[in-house]
């Protein structure tokens, strides 16, 4: 069972940019698809960015798509995500964590972690 720690949030106004990170504890992080997940006040946890176990393909949810990126560094066990072009709509609590599923769904493989709050106002 990994321990994941993410971090990076905050306030940005619209527009602005932030980079989430994603500490994962445990050696067998490389061989697991990674995903960022946000859970926004009243709504459901969902997941909006996936990413393969080798880094060499992501996936999307388009609410986010060309304005997120996700990368990993298997060396570092860590995931990011990389926010472009934020809206308020995309305020949330963000997580990290191994999909169970595809985009837009909420099941995952590990233990969540407290997230990280990201806030988009002016």
């Known amino acids: 069972q990994a321990l994941l720690v993410e971090s990076g949030g905050g306030l940005v106004q619209p527009g602005g940019s932030l980079r989430l990170s994603c500490a994962v504890s445990?050696?067998?992080?490389?061989?697991?698809?990674m995903g960022w997940y946000r859970q926004a006040p009243g709504k459901q946890r969902e997941l909006v960015a996936r990413i393969s176990s080798g880094g060499d393909s992501t996936n999307y949810a388009d609410s986010v798509k060309g304005r997120f990126t996700i990368s990993r560094d298997n060396a570092k066990n860590t995931v990011f995500l990389q926010m472009n072009s934020l809206k308020p709509e995309d305020t949330a609590v963000y997580y990290c964590n191994a999909p169970g599923a595809g985009i837009g769904t909420s099941g995952a493989i590990f233990h969540w972690g407290q997230g990280t709050q990201v806030t988009v106002s002016s």
């Open positions: 445990g050696s067998t992080f490389r061989i697991y698809v």
